[in-house]
């Protein structure tokens, strides 16, 4: 079955071709450039620029693909959650093609999507299996007994762990986003250099961000610094200590949760997965089987909602053209 994936949840336009769960082409336009000025997504600007590119990546995803519209057999899109005004520019658009072109519409869940997207990868786990996601809005454990039977373990109760990663790069002075930059520098810092605080919430698999990201406020400040006027080998020091706090807490978590809910396969996915030291010191847990997709595969990207479409679909799920966008969606 060939599916056409969208994904505008956020601040990227995605359009992916699958035949079933294979890959024939998955664009991801990005609107870094537009946003990093503010060091955070502006909605506004958002959805505008969804709205100036989603044909244009459409017709590069079907052009990639080596096929036309005529092929689509279904539209799968993302829904939910996300910025309400990006959601409503890749709905309507998925909504017009559909009856347009009279194909079938499904609406995915975009954490559905940042799950399932280690379907698109010959090595994925059988049922059941524990999922950490770690994006830019969501840090969540779930248990995951089948396709769409999802059950929340714990959840952050404040800031995301992206979230965290974004907020101290804008303290450094690093830009938008800061997940990749303080992966970098976090290499040739040392972690031990400054004490920050790890959030266990012990008892509990929820997690908690904040604290850590006002720690590192407070260290500056005690250390004399402006925000966003820091010394190159403190920011290296800084990366190294504050990441080496959020994956000692994030590989704890996992451990326990896989314990408490005896499963030994663990999917970890959403942005915060393509951190190079989260996957190195993840894939060293004893006792557990560690599934992550590919880099480009963990943060946001159509195909990733294309599968988990082909699979609803599979399930005898269908959309209508009432389908609306849910800022909150849970899954
Ligand atoms: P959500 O999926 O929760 O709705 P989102 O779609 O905005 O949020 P993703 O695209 O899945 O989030 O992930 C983006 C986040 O991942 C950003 O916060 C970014 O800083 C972070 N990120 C990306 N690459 C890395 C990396 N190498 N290390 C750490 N964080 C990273
Ligand atoms: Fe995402």
Same mark, same amino acid.
């Given at each position: ?39 955070? =997504? ?8 969804? =709205?100036?590119? =989603? ?15 005529? #092929? ?53 786990? #059988?049922?059941? %299996? ?28 404040? #800031? @995301? ?60 400040? *005690? ?13 290296? #020091?800084?990366?190294?200590? %504050? ?31 393509? *951190? ?7 894939? !060293? ?15 946001? *990207?159509? @195909? !990733? ?18 389908? *609306? ?7």
């Amino acid at each position: 079955m060939i599916v056409l994936g969208i994904d505008t949840s956020c601040d990227d336009t995605s359009v992916a071709v699958l035949e079933d769960r294979k890959i024939l082409s998955n664009v991801v336009s990005s609107q870094i450039k537009f946003h990093s000025k503010y060091g955070g =997504i502006v909605p506004e600007i958002a959805s505008r620029k969804h =709205i100036e590119c =989603i044909w244009d990546v459409t017709e590069k995803a079907i052009n990639e693909a080596n096929l036309t519209m005529k #092929d689509i057999e279904l539209i799968a899109v993302c829904h939910g959650p996300g910025l309400i005004g990006s959601l409503l520019v890749g709905l309507c658009f998925a909504k017009a093609l559909s009856y347009a072109s009279r194909k079938s519409l499904i609406g995915v869940n975009h954490l559905e999507g940042h799950i399932q997207a280690i379907f698109l990868e010959k090595l994925y786990p #059988d049922f059941p %299996f524990l999922t950490l996601i770690v994006s830019g809005g969501h840090t969540s454990l779930y248990r995951v007994d089948d396709f769409g039977k999802y059950k929340e373990l714990g959840r952050t109760r404040d #800031d @995301a762990a992206g979230e965290a990663y974004d907020k101290v790069a804008k303290m450094l002075g690093v830009g938008y986003p800061g997940g990749p930059v303080i992966d970098s520098m976090a290499n040739e810092g040392n972690p031990e250099k400054f004490n920050l605080p790890r959030p266990y919430l012990h008892g509990s698999l929820d997690f908690s961000f904040s604290g850590l990201k006002t720690a590192v406020k407070l260290l500056l400040k *005690n250390l004399g610094y402006e925000e966003g006027k820091v010394p190159d080998d403190v920011k290296k #020091d800084i990366s190294a200590a %504050f990441q080496c706090c959020v994956i000692d807490v994030l590989i704890e978590k996992i451990k326990w949760a896989a314990s408490m809910e005896k499963l030994k396969r663990v999917v970890i996915t959403g942005g915060v997965a393509a *951190n190079s030291e989260l996957r190195k010191r993840a894939k !060293m847990i004893e006792g557990l089987e560690i599934y992550l997709p590919s880099k480009s595969l963990c943060t946001d *990207n159509a @195909a !990733m909602i294309a599968v988990a479409g082909y699979h609803r679909f599979l399930r005898g799920e269908k959309s209508d053209l009432y389908l *609306n966008a849910r800022a909150y969606l849970p899954l």
